[in-house]
């Protein structure tokens, strides 16, 4: 599937609108049962809680907060946001990390470059850039928000071209019921670098 365009004419209001539905109860089970499906996130935090050179982080699309509660484990000093379309997901992550600050908007438009006060080091997108309507204009957008010498994370899921055929077709079809395109490799070597797998090319981690 091609990734949509850069151009901001989507319907956010009815995004949003899908996003709080889907969301509104799922959002109580949704750290339990994504375990078993949302690969790479772990890898990811670890990766990015071994680098020293950063002290503010704000996760784009960062729906119960669960990968920032778990990086404040891993960098109990690091100061950390999150930026999310869904209000479901932001009222949930505001009570479940009262420590963290958050803001309300769309990853393709939404200034977050004060949300920590002053610019953030690393912006991660956690299986956020798979459903965010635009995704170029989210990562564009992302490169005008991270401060200079930065970096942009992405973890998400990948091509699938690993996997058996009938398995990625019906994992696709699948996705795609929740509004979900996984990342395809012309896109990510476009946009990124240092491009890692995981099994099956199930997910990809990248950065900008
Ligand atoms: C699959 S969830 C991933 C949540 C979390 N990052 C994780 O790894 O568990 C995707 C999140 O992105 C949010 N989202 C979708 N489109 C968005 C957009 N355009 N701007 C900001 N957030 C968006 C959703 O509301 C949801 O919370």
């Known amino acids: 599937m091609t990734q949509p365009s850069t151009a901001l004419d989507v319907d956010q209001k ?9 969301y509104g109860i799922s959002r109580y089970f949704y750290d339990l049962t994504r375990k078993y499906y949302l690969f790479g996130r772990d890898r990811a ?45 932001l009222d949930h992550a505001r009570a ?23 610019p953030p080091q690393r912006i991660l997108f956690s299986y956020s850039l798979s459903m ?26 990948a091509d699938l071209e690993g996997l ?4 990625a077709a019906g994992l696709r079809a699948w996705l795609r019921t929740f509004h979900v395109n996984p990342i395809e490799h012309d896109f990510i070597s476009q946009h990124a670098r240092d491009i890692q797998y995981g099994p099956g090319r199930y997910f990809v981690i990248a950065r900008l």
């Not at 479940?96 to 002053?118: I, N, Q, T, W």
């Not at 928000?145 to 930065?150: I, K, Q, R, S």
């Open 14 to 22: 009815g995004h949003r609108d899908f996003l709080n539905r889907y």
């Open 45 to 89: 935090l670890r990766q990015l809680a071994a680098e020293q050179n950063w002290s503010r982080l704000i996760e784009i699309g960062s729906g119960t907060g669960r990968n920032l509660r778990k990086l404040r484990k891993l960098r109990p000093d690091a100061s950390l946001g999150g930026v999310e379309a869904s209000d479901a997901m």
């Open 96 to 118: 479940r990390c009262p420590h963290m600050h958050f803001m309300r908007g769309f990853a393709e438009e939404v200034d977050y470059s004060k949300l920590l006060g002053a």
């Open 132 to 157: 965010i309507q635009e995704p170029v204009a989210a990562l564009e957008q992302a490169r005008r928000m991270v401060a200079p010498g930065g970096d942009v994370v992405i973890v998400d899921f």
């Open 164 to 167: 058996p055929s009938t398995w």
